[in-house]
C-alpha cells in the first residue's frame, strides 16, 4: 500500500490561504470578495521594476551564483548602510523571498526534536517550516490586552531547555503589527547571550513604521555578531510577493558557510527576481515614503471603522500592515466560512485569516481573525460595513 510521511500528516494548512475554495465559490456565485486575509498590496511595484523588465540584459535566463549575484547582494549591503548597520556583500545569501531564508536557518540550527522559541501568535507559515525541519516550536503567549507587546522575559527564561536553540521574533509583527523597542530587543539580546543561542528576527517589514521611535534591528548589537540571524524579502518592501526574492543576514560566517550548502543544494535564486530587487534597491526614491503615509492612512481608516462595532477588540497596529483583533463570535473560522458560504450584503461579502492558524497552542485565537490593510481606502471602507452587518446576522454572535 501507498503510505504518505508522518511529516506529511503534521502539516499544518495555510489559515491565509485554506479558505480559498469558499472564495472561489463565492465568486463564482457572482459574489464581489473584499480580501482582507492575504498580504498582498495593491500598491504598484516600483516603475523602475517594471520598465527595467523590459530591458533585461541577456538573451538567456541564467543560473547565478548560489550565493547571489554580487549586484544584488551589494544593493542590499548599501540599503542597511544607510540604515546605519555595518555590513557588507559577504553577510547576504539571496534566497527565494523569506520563506526559503527560514526553511534553511531551521535545517541549519536544529536537528530533529529541538525547539525554537516563539511568541505567539505569530507568521503562521513558521508552524509549516519547522514542521518541514522537524523542529518543534515552544510558544510563549502574548496578549490582545497588551497590543501584542513582548511577553516577560521571564517566561522566555522558563521555556529553555537543552534543546533549545533559537529564539524567533517577527518585527514588525505579522500578524499583529506590533513594533518591539529597543529596551524589549535589549532583553532578548541578554537572554541570547547568556544561555548561548540565536536570535532570530524576521525584519521583513521594517521600512513600515507608524510610530515616532526608529526601527531597531537586531543586527545594530555588536555583541550579538555570532548569534543574530534576519530573515529579509522584498515582497513587502517594494510589494514584489511574486517575485520570490530574499535573503539570510548574519554576520556569523561559520553559519554562512553551511548556509552556502544549502544554497548550492538548490543551484541557485532566481536571475530575474535579483535583477528586478536590484533595480528597485538603486532607484527607491520616495518609494517608501509614499507608501508609509498610504498603509498609515489605511491602517487608521480600518482600525477607527472596526472600533466603532460592538464587541470587536482592536489593538493598533505600530507596523507593517496587518491588525489582529478579536471577534464576538463563537468561532472565527466558522465565522470566516459563513462569510464565504451563506452571507452577502448587496452582492459583497470579505475574507478574513481565522487567528487559530497564528497560534501553535491548541485552541488558542479561536475568537481572532488578521486582516491585511492592504486594499484602498474606500474598500477597507466597505470592508467594515460589510463586517459590521454580518456580525449583526451571524448567529454564533456573543456580544
Not at 129 to 146: G, H, M, Q, Y
Not at 164 to 184: D, F, H, M, Q, W
Not at 228 to 246: N, P, Q, T
Not at 361 to 377: C, D, F, I, M, S
Request: aromatic share 10%; charged share 20%.
Amino acid at each position: 500500500m501507498l503510505v504518505l510521511s508522518n511529516k506529511s500528516q503534521n502539516m499544518p494548512a495555510s489559515p491565509i490561504r485554506k479558505l480559498v475554495p469558499y472564495a472561489d465559490a463565492a465568486k463564482q456565485r457572482g459574489t464581489k470578495v473584499y480580501h482582507l486575509n492575504i498580504g498582498q498590496p495593491d500598491i504598484e511595484s516600483p516603475k523602475a521594476v517594471l520598465e527595467g523588465l523590459k530591458n533585461f540584459p541577456s538573451n538567456i535566463i541564467s543560473y547565478t551564483h548560489s550565493e547571489g549575484t554580487l549586484e544584488y547582494r551589494e544593493a542590499l549591503a548599501s540599503y542597511y548602510n544607510n540604515r546605519g548597520i555595518d555590513v557588507t556583500s559577504s553577510d547576504f545569501i539571496a534566497t527565494l523571498g523569506g520563506s526559503e531564508a527560514l526553511l534553511f536557518i531551521f535545517g541549519i540550527i536544529a536537528n530533529p526534536g529541538d525547539e525554537v522559541i516563539i511568541p505567539e501568535p505569530f507568521y503562521a507559515n513558521y508552524n509549516g517550516f519547522t514542521c518541514e525541519n522537524d523542529v518543534n516550536i515552544v510558544p510563549v503567549p502574548s496578549s490582545i490586552e497588551n497590543n501584542f507587546g513582548l511577553p516577560p522575559v521571564e517566561e522566555f527564561a522558563k521555556k529553555i531547555t537543552d534543546k533549545t536553540r533559537a529564539i524567533l521574533i517577527c518585527n514588525p509583527g505579522n500578524p499583529t503589527g506590533y513594533v518591539y523597542s529597543k529596551e524589549e530587543l535589549e532583553q532578548l539580546r541578554d537572554i541570547v547571550l547568556e544561555h548561548d543561542i540565536y536570535l532570530i528576527a524576521d525584519e521583513v517589514y521594517a521600512e513600515y513604521l507608524y510610530t515616532e521611535e526608529p526601527f531597531t534591528s537586531i543586527l545594530s548589537f555588536p555583541e550579538l555578531k555570532n548569534h543574530a540571524i534576519v530573515i529579509d524579502s522584498e515582497s513587502k518592501r517594494f510589494s514584489l510577493c511574486g517575485a520570490r526574492s530574499g535573503a539570510i543576514v548574519t554576520r556569523n560566517q561559520d553559519f554562512m558557510g553551511v548556509a552556502m550548502r544549502f544554497a548550492q543544494a538548490r543551484l541557485s535564486p532566481v536571475e530575474l527576481s535579483q535583477y528586478m530587487a536590484t533595480l528597485a534597491h538603486n532607484n527607491v526614491g520616495n518609494y517608501f515614503e509614499d507608501c508609509r503615509a498610504e498603509y498609515l492612512k489605511r491602517r487608521d481608516v480600518l482600525v477607527n471603522g472596526l472600533k466603532e462595532i460592538p464587541g470587536v477588540i482592536v489593538p493598533n497596529p505600530k507596523g507593517a500592515f496587518y491588525c489582529m483583533i478579536q471577534l464576538p463570535v463563537d468561532n472565527a473560522e466558522k465565522f470566516a466560512i459563513w462569510l464565504l458560504e451563506s452571507f452577502n450584503s448587496n452582492g459583497e461579502t470579505v475574507m478574513l485569516a481565522p487567528g487559530a492558524g497564528f497560534y501553535s497552542t491548541p485552541n488558542a485565537g479561536v475568537q481572532e481573525v488578521r486582516l491585511a490593510y492592504v486594499l484602498k481606502t474606500e474598500d477597507l471602507v466597505r470592508s467594515v460595513e460589510i463586517l459590521k452587518e454580518a456580525l449583526e446576522q451571524y448567529p454564533g454572535t456573543t456580544r
